[in-house]
Each structure stands twice: as structure tokens, then as C-alpha cells.
């Protein structure tokens, strides 16, 4: 095995794919060069302005250490079966009492009271903050016990993918940097074993091409927990996915509004460099964390 342990995602990965739908084609984007502002627009932004800047000069909560340890080790994974033992082997019932620790919901955003006043009157405001109050869960249907018990037996035999058992030491390598991250929670094999609703998905690995500081190409590998994968009895994870509750994924028409966008500036600017910037959120769909549920369901 490329393991020692087994593990538990309890952050989002991004495995989880939503419908999609392409948006009406809307007018393109055209800055507005003019000095004169709507005055109720202008009051608009006056007042996100001045609300972001308070949020942002409000205290953050002291952060404790969890119960549990995020350590690449054996000794981190038997005494995350022992802490795991105290709640009768129930994650929900754990991760529960660890309040101001960055086990809790949300931990990594403000409080909910404070983006209520930011999110509010957006539609999705509703979802997100049933997200950050229990976490994501996207699997609906749960196999019974009998046929849990038997995949979970049977995933524990089979292993990881063999692309994962060719390179154990870039998995391993991954692997340590989720866990000290606090993004994987690292048990024994008689914690996963004994966890209620615990279920198992192979590793693989992916080969891809990046490229590093002096513009050179470079092959990088990336970690990929197979929740398609098809279990001995029943459906994975992925299958059970109620695909009704998934949000549309909205695809808009960036490139075109930049391109138009940048026609603009060069007219009004013909000698002027143009610059445009790239923003990109570290980590983005791991700063959510999975619901109990689906942590146990996260597995591999």
C-alpha cells in the first residue's frame, strides 16, 4: 500500500461536478469614461465600500487546537481513533465540540451574523450559509449497513489505483501536505473500520505539465480520489449524487467583455501600456468544509 493509514476528505474537493447552462448572451462590457455618476449608484458603492472596510477592521476569533492531530504519522492516525472512540466512533458528534478550532464550519470565513449584512439579498445566500453552518454534503442515497460494511472490507483489500502504487512517494508527498494542512484527517485501520458510515474511494495520480518561475515547462503530479469509482455492491459516491440539488454552472461571456473592454482602453489610451491582473483563490474548494456525513463518505 502507498498508505500506512487511511483518510478521511474533510474538506470540498473539486470532484464533484454540476450541471451546466449557458447564460442569455448579454450586451458587452463597455467602461464608462464619463466623470458623472447615478447618484444612487454612487451611494451604493460609498456603502460597500464603507461595509467591507468595517468587516474588515473587526477582531478574528482566537483559534484552539482541535482534539484531533494533523500528522502525517502513525502515532496522528491511533490517536485520532482514540479521540474518535470517546463519540462511539461518530464523526458528527466529534467534529460538534470542536468549537473555534478550524474543525469548526465556516472556520476560515467571517461569521455568518457578519456576511449576512455582505451576502444577504444574493440568491444563493441561502445555500452558502447552510454550508458554512453544516457543512457540504452533495450524496443523498446511503447504502445499508450490510452493504457498506462489504465495499468498505472489499476497497480495503483492493487498494489504490496502480498509478497511485508506481509513484508512492509523490502520493505520499501529496498526501502529507493535505494532512498537515489540516484538509485530510489521518485514522488507523481500526478507526476506519469502526467509523459509522465510513466508505472507501481509491487514489490515483495524474500526470501534468506546469510551469515554474523562469517560464520553463515542467511535469507536476496531482492527487485524484476516484469517488466514481464502482464499489462491489451498490453505487459510488458520485452515482448517489442528487443531481437536482446541484446549482447550474453558469458559464458568462468574460473573454469577450475583456476583449471589448481592451479595444476601449487602447482608443481612448493609443500610447498607454494595458495591464490586466489574474486572481486565482489558493486552495478555493478546500476552505469549505464537508458535512460529517460526507467526510465519512470520503474516505480512501
Known amino acids: ?25 448579454a450586451s458587452l462590457f463597455e467602461p464608462d469614461w464619463s466623470d458623472e455618476m447615478d447618484p444612487l449608484q454612487q451611494a451604493r458603492e460609498q456603502w ?11 477582531p478574528s476569533q ?16 491511533e490517536h485520532n481513533t482514540e ?5 462511539k466512533f461518530q464523526l458528527a458528534n466529534a467534529i460538534m465540540l470542536q468549537h473555534q478550532s478550524p474543525l469548526q464550519f465556516g472556520s476560515e470565513f467571517w461569521q455568518v451574523e457578519i456576511l449576512e449584512f455582505l451576502c444577504g439579498n444574493h440568491p444563493l445566500w441561502p445555500r ?10 452533495y450524496a443523498e442515497a446511503v447504502p445499508d449497513e450490510h452493504t457498506r460494511i462489504s465495499n468498505l472490507s472489499a476497497a480495503i483489500v483492493r487498494g489504490n489505483h496502480v498509478s497511485a502504487l508506481k509513484h508512492p512517494e509523490q ?19 481500526d478507526g476506519i473500520r469502526n467509523l459509522q458510515g465510513a466508505e472507501l474511494a481509491p487514489l490515483g495520480v495524474a500526470k501534468q505539465f506546469s510551469i515554474n518561475e523562469k517560464g520553463e515547462q515542467v511535469q507536476k503530479f496531482r492527487a485524484t480520489h476516484d469517488q466514481s469509482f464502482s464499489p ?54 478546500r476552505r469549505m468544509h464537508c458535512s460529517p456525513e460526507l467526510a465519512a463518505q470520503s474516505g480512501f
Open 1 to 25: 500500500r502507498c498508505l500506512p493509514r487511511m483518510a478521511l476528505q474533510t474538506r470540498c474537493l473539486p470532484r464533484m461536478a454540476s450541471q451546466t447552462r449557458c447564460l442569455p448572451k
Open 48 to 58: 460597500l465600500v464603507f461595509l467591507l472596510y468595517s468587516i474588515s477592521k473587526l
Open 62 to 77: 482566537p483559534m484552539r487546537s482541535p482534539d484531533f492531530q494533523f500528522a502525517f504519522t502513525t502515532a496522528a492516525a
Open 83 to 87: 479521540v474518535l472512540r470517546r463519540y
Open 128 to 137: 452558502l450559509k447552510q454550508y458554512l453552518v453544516q457543512g457540504v454534503s
Open 171 to 189: 502520493i505520499q508527498q501529496l498526501m502529507t501536505k493535505d494532512v498537515c494542512r489540516g484538509y485530510v484527517l489521518p485514522l488507523s485501520m
Open 232 to 285: 462491489v455492491s451498490g453505487l459510488s459516491v458520485n452515482d448517489r449524487i442528487d443531481q437536482n440539488s446541484l446549482l447550474d454552472c453558469n458559464y458568462g461571456f468574460t473573454l469577450q467583455r475583456l476583449i471589448h473592454a481592451v479595444l476601449v482602453l487602447r482608443q481612448h489610451h493609443p500610447s498607454s501600456p494595458i495591464l490586466i491582473s489574474k486572481v486565482d483563490l489558493d486552495s478555493a474548494y
